[in-house]
């Protein structure tokens, strides 16, 4: 059964960090693409990072370009978000998805990609 698990998320103020973590269960992670989302209150569900499982390249959505970073660690089957500078716009339930083929990373933003989707849990960027 696979399964993935998201934690890290908090409240933080604004100009804070987190890091989130994906931990991923019944799959090799090697082998697939990793995305994370995120879904706002009143929103539909926004890309904003994904990483490939073929040469690491990854893609940013704009609104968290130079903010967010995407990173994986194949041996111990876990993906992470660092999140830096953020801001009360980032407040939202993040997702993490895995996909087992993706044609290029940066169609890795579309939710349609993915096979396996995670819980999420709440970022909340509040003075």
């Known amino acids: 059964q696979v399964q993935l698990v998201e934690s890290g998320g908090d409240l933080v103020q604004p100009g804070g960090s987190l890091r989130l973590s994906c931990k991923v269960s019944?799959?090799?992670?090697?082998?697939?693409?990793i995305g994370w989302f995120r879904q706002a209150p009143g929103k539909g569900r926004e890309g904003v990072s994904c990483?490939?499982?073929?040469?690491?390249?990854?893609f940013y959505s704009d609104s968290v370009k130079g903010r967010f970073t995407i990173s994986r660690d194949n041996d111990n089957n876990v993906a992470y978000l660092e999140m830096n500078d953020l801001r009360p716009e980032d407040t939202a339930v993040y997702y993490c998805?895995?996909?087992?083929?993706?044609?290029?990373?940066?169609?890795?933003?579309?939710?349609?990609?993915?096979?396996?989707w995670g819980q999420g849990t709440q970022v909340t960027v509040s003075s």
């Open positions: 019944g799959l090799i992670l090697h082998y697939y693409f």
């Open positions: 998805a895995a996909a087992r083929a993706i044609w290029s990373v940066e169609a890795g933003q579309y939710a349609n990609e993915y096979d396996y």
């Open positions: 990483i490939s499982s073929v040469d690491g390249s990854t």
